[in-house]
């Protein structure tokens, strides 16, 4: 049997790096040429114009930060055939390779928050976390209960039978 991959989130987790990484990077460019128009003096030293740079300066740190934050999720759970784990993040890089004889936890997350899509919406958000021996985590990407259904229903199929393997 091949390897199986479990994704816990769409293709919209993919499309959220590239958008959000064009707004950080136009936030960015935004900051460079409002400090040199500013260091410049092209234009005076309006107090205008340091307010725009200060909330041009918090959206490239909030953006830096939203999209470190998604690239330490695993979208992917790949489980090959011999039984060991890669977990991959959204842009294809694989975080953490384990031994199929690797110790580790799954944890089951989730929490009530809200999604604005033209109405706001409460709902569920779940994610799963593998944690490590070492204290290491690594959360999947958060999503409905519906869009993870999937992945959370095939990999518990997988961990219950290699459980049955492992006290036969």
């Not at 987790?13 to 260091?39: D, H, K, R």
């Not at 790949?78 to 031994?99: C, H, K, Q």
């Not at 706001?120 to 958000?125: C, N, T």
Request: charged letters at 20%; aromatic letters at 12%; a neutral charge.
């Amino acid at each position: 049997m091949g390897a199986q991959l479990l994704r816990f989130a769409g293709f919209e987790s993919v499309m959220a790096f590239v958008v959000f990484g064009l707004f950080e990077l136009f936030f960015v460019l935004g900051a460079l040429g409002l400090t040199a128009l500013l260091t410049a003096g092209t234009y005076g030293r309006k107090p205008l114009m340091f307010f725009g740079l200060a909330v041009l300066i918090v959206g490239v740190v909030f953006l830096g930060r939203t999209i470190l934050d998604s690239a330490r999720q695993f979208r992917t759970l790949s489980i090959a055939a011999d039984g060991s784990w890669s977990l991959i993040n959204p842009l294809g890089f694989t975080l953490l390779e384990l031994p199929s004889d690797a110790p580790r936890a799954i944890n089951d997350r989730s929490r009530d928050t809200w999604m604005f899509i033209g109405t706001a919406v409460r709902y569920d958000q779940v994610w799963l976390e593998v944690e490590l021996p070492d204290g290491r985590v690594f959360p999947s990407t958060r999503g409905t209960q519906t869009s993870q259904a999937g992945a959370r229903a095939e990999l518990s199929t997988w961990l219950e039978g290699r459980a049955r393997e492992r006290s036969l």
